[in-house]
């Protein structure tokens, strides 16, 4: 898994999800409490510093290994929407290239949708502090086309998956709070870290110079989501 970016790695759970929902919903295949079972062992193994941890996580694996084996919704095609979402996942590699909101609107830089990819605008904008939330989608924040004002400006991300990266000038201090059950951070010219059920703080630019008031927090909150935090 450490291998595997955490978009792929939300490939592979979100399909043993929607497998797990297809046999319970259609066939009553009873394999699904052994799946929730294996599910629940790993966890616990995972969780706490145990003396058998190993044999906890590996039972956990062969209950999950055995009841999938016998799922008939393996045979199953994968509904088109849900098809399209795990695309969308896999080939989030681009995520920096897809077309920037350019029309002005009082709702904010960016919008809270289900599914979607946004960035702020390419072009100089008038800052408004970001409050979003999201389901499916990647996410850029490009601090370096506005002016910040002089008091705590805010960016509050809550995404499900995704990627999000936010740029900030070199003379703005920042501090980072994120928050995630799967993913990758990367904080200025950090190294990446990998988080399962953490949180990571981070801070830059610190203490403030005399007569500045510019100051930045970030704020990211995913289900499973790679984030980054850059000067530019």
Request: aromatic share 14%; no cysteine.
């Amino acid at each position: 898994m450490p291998h595997f970016s955490t978009n792929k790695q939300a490939f592979l759970i979100l399909s043993a999800l929607f497998l797990i929902f297809v046999e319970a919903a259609f066939f009553e295949n009873g394999s699904v409490f052994l799946i929730l079972l294996g599910i629940g062992t790993i966890y616990y193994a995972l969780k706490n510093k145990v003396k058998y941890r190993r044999s906890y996580f590996w039972a956990g694996t062969f209950l999950i290994g055995i009841s999938i084996l016998s799922m008939w919704s393996l045979r199953l095609m994968v509904f088109s929407l849900a098809v399209y979402l795990l695309l969308r996942l896999w080939k989030g590699n681009d995520w920096l290239q897809t077309a920037p909101i350019y029309e002005a609107t009082d709702k904010g830089l960016i919008q809270n949708k289900v599914l979607s990819t946004q960035s702020t605008p390419i072009e100089a904008y008038e800052w408004k502090d970001i409050h979003v939330q999201g389901f499916v989608g990647d996410i850029l924040v490009d601090t370096t086309q506005t002016v910040l004002p002089k008091k705590t400006s805010l960016i509050s991300i809550r995404q499900g998956f995704g990627k999000i990266q936010v740029v900030v000038p070199y003379e703005v201090p920042v501090r980072v709070f994120y928050s995630t059950l799967l993913g990758e951070s990367r904080f200025f010219n950090g190294d990446k870290k990998r988080i399962i059920n953490g949180t990571l703080h981070a801070e830059d630019g610190y203490p403030l110079d005399e007569g500045s008031k510019v100051e930045l927090i970030v704020s990211v909150t995913t289900w499973m989501g790679d984030v980054e935090v850059i000067r530019r």
